[in-house]
């Protein structure tokens, strides 16, 4: 497969450990925050998304959590796996711009047996 | 029910040529977007097909163009080749003008040599 994120940083944790990554942004304007995975070879695959005016959502196993104050966003996984290794990366998107989808730069997570 | 699919999946062509990718959205949706993804980086936004019509375009030249049929499938044409459109080359399908979640395709690698 490809080899995605040569320069992109990383994140290793062990299995069974919580996972957390982090993302900036700085369009406050924004209506939707969204977390995609993307596994070698493969292209991304939605896992969670959050309106604007929320702080909080809970998925299966993710937590996206949203700061405005700071214009952060944060992606936790409980218990990473071994199939949680991949490039996640944040992206926004404003309904007023036809929705395209702005990503951030990725961030490599490992996961250790 | 068969997701977003991309046609061919890798691709090599020589500087100054034209490619045309293929691209046919998850059933249900009528909203195609295109994506460059250049190696170690997120994906970036070129352009938006929507009842046919382009709706929204990143900053991309010209050399890229696209169509929808009335299917809702889409065509991504690049001419004029350059070694910096080597790139995986993303589709991304959605509804009502990307108003719902965008489902990826696997990509085509394309390289310009």
């Known amino acids: 497969g490809e080899s995605v994120g040569l320069h992109l940083p990383t994140l290793s944790v062990q299995e069974g450990d919580n996972s957390i990554i982090n993302c900036a942004y700085s369009?406050?304007?924004?209506?939707?925050f969204i977390w995609y995975k993307q596994e070698s070879g493969k292209g991304p695959q939605f896992i969670i998304d959050?309106?604007?005016?929320?702080d909080k959502r809970q998925g299966q196993r993710v937590t996206v959590l949203l700061n405005k104050t700071v214009k952060h966003l944060s992606l936790q996984i409980a218990a990473t796996q071994p199939g949680d290794s991949a490039v996640y990366f944040c992206?926004?998107?404003?309904?007023?711009?036809?929705?395209?989808?702005?990503f951030g730069a990725g961030t490599i997570l490992r996961v250790k047996s | 029910d068969a997701g977003v699919t991309q046609s061919p999946t890798h691709l090599i062509k020589t500087r100054g040529q034209q490619v045309t990718l293929r691209c046919s959205p998850k059933?249900?949706?009528?909203?195609v977007s295109w994506y460059q993804q250049a190696l170690g980086q997120g994906p970036q936004f070129i352009f938006q097909?929507?009842?046919?019509?382009?709706?929204q375009r990143g900053n991309f030249p010209d050399r890229f163009s696209g169509h929808q049929f009335p299917n809702y499938s889409s065509e991504l044409n690049v001419n004029a080749l350059l070694l910096g459109d080597s790139a995986l080359y993303l589709c991304?399908?959605?509804?009502?003008?990307?108003?719902?979640?965008?489902?990826f395709g696997q990509g085509t690698r394309l390289t310009v040599v």
């Open positions: 991304a399908s959605s509804s009502l003008g990307g108003l719902t979640e965008a489902f």
């Open positions: 369009n406050s304007a924004s209506d939707y």
């Open positions: 959050i309106r604007s005016n929320m």
């Open positions: 992206a926004h998107r404003r309904v007023e711009y036809g929705n395209k989808l702005v």
């Open positions: 097909y929507y009842e046919e019509e382009e709706r």
């Open positions: 059933s249900g949706h009528d909203t």
